[in-house]
């Protein structure tokens, strides 16, 4: 019951924004000032170089968009070479 508490409520004013989202006003406005006039790949190099450029300046200095936590999400290490992990069939084949 208290998860759904904190669900609907939202987090406690304790817990701080991370990067990527304490940056979506600045990132929101670096894409409608600088992306404004392109068109296509340039477009969308150019709005991933502005979500890029500011997330990454946040990790290094909190003060850039207000941010009170730098960690990124940690990714899941990836199991094993790349085969799926299945059953893999001997000799004779299935």
Same mark, same amino acid.
């Given at each position: ?12 004013p ?23 006039? @392109?068109?296509?790949?340039?477009? *969308?190099?150019? *709005? *991933?170089?502005?979500?890029?450029? @500011? ?6 200095? @909190? ?17 094993g ?14």
């Amino acid at each position: 019951m208290l998860l759904a508490a904190l669900v609907v409520v939202g987090p406690p004013p304790g817990w701080g924004a991370a990067c990527p989202s304490a940056c979506k006003d600045e990132i929101a406005a670096c894409r409608a000032g600088d992306c404004a006039g @392109l068109r296509g790949k340039a477009r *969308r190099h150019c *709005r *991933r170089t502005c979500a890029k450029t @500011l997330v990454r300046d946040c990790y290094a200095d @909190l003060t850039v968009c207000g941010a009170t936590t730098a960690r990124p999400k940690q990714r899941q290490p990836a199991g094993g070479a790349g085969g799926g992990g299945g059953v893999v069939p001997g000799p004779g084949g299935w």
